[in-house]
């Protein structure tokens, strides 16, 4: 039965997902993401309902439009698989609860958050808005002290935010994401986010030193490390930081 049901999550979180490519998609060239039906962005021929189905359609059209067979980026059907990934995770984590639709909320706007990050290096301020909302929701199921929240908005953000006054390297996008994350996480959880974003931030800037590709500006956005971490952090947060302290004491 639990199979089952992540199954199930998982197969929602794809459907989810490729409306997610659709916000992702248009958000930047500031079209509907409501109105107007999905179509080839090179031939602008419809895509057929048969061939939306969530991840399977990429690999039964081989990434290729059906019309004028231009390649669709495989991102596509990465973005719903990681969705449905993510909402399978959360469900088998936190089971039948209010943690697991705050958890698929969560994940739904960091997915968009990153993508869109990757395509223009802005994160917008409706996404933030939406992480506010979410973390409202969640603070009173959190078993933490709403001190603990309100630390949490700052721990981070703070620094991020002299940082940035003093070198200019820092977007505002970045300071206002791990505010939102921080006062959703409490501000044990906001440092692991903070300590995962750092990492695998730091080892993919050496991947791209060593495979000069250091020209690749968008992988050196921040954003989607802050997203891996928060998620992460929602996750394991607390656990790992009290495992870590553990190491000390
Ligand atoms: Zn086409």
Not at 50 to 60: A, K, Q, R
Request: charged share 10%; net charge positive.
């Amino acid at each position: 039965m639990q199979t089952l049901i992540t199954t199930i999550f998982f197969i929602f979180g794809s459907i989810l997902g490729s409306f997610y490519n659709v916000v992702i998609y248009r958000l930047p060239r500031k079209e509907s993401v409501v109105f107007g039906s999905s179509h080839c962005p090179n031939c602008n021929t419809p895509i057929k309902p048969y061939d939306l189905i969530p991840i399977l359609s990429y690999f039964i059209l081989k990434g290729k439009c059906r019309n004028c067979k231009a390649a669709f980026s495989f991102r596509y059907a990465l973005i719903e698989f990681v969705t449905g990934g993510l909402f399978a995770l959360t469900y088998h984590i936190f089971g039948y609860s209010w943690l697991t639709f705050i958890g698929i909320l969560l994940a739904s706007v960091l997915i968009i958050i990153t993508a869109i990050d990757i395509d223009t290096m802005e994160i917008y301020d409706t996404f933030q808005v939406i992480l506010l909302f979410i973390a409202i929701a969640y603070i009173p199921q959190s078993g933490l002290p709403i001190g603990d929240h309100l630390i949490g908005f700052f721990i981070i953000s703070i620094p991020f935010y002299i940082i940035a006054l003093l070198t200019n390297g820092m977007g505002g996008g970045d300071i206002k994401l791990i505010a939102m994350g921080g006062l959703l996480l409490g501000w044990k959880a906001t440092l692991v986010a903070f300590f995962i974003a750092s990492i695998t931030g730091g080892i993919v800037a050496i991947l791209l030193v060593l495979l000069k590709q250091q020209g690749r500006k968008s992988l050196i956005a921040f954003g989607p490390y802050l997203c891996l971490g928060i998620y992460i952090a929602f996750i394991y947060g607390n656990s790992i930081f009290d495992w870590y302290i553990r190491l000390f004491s």
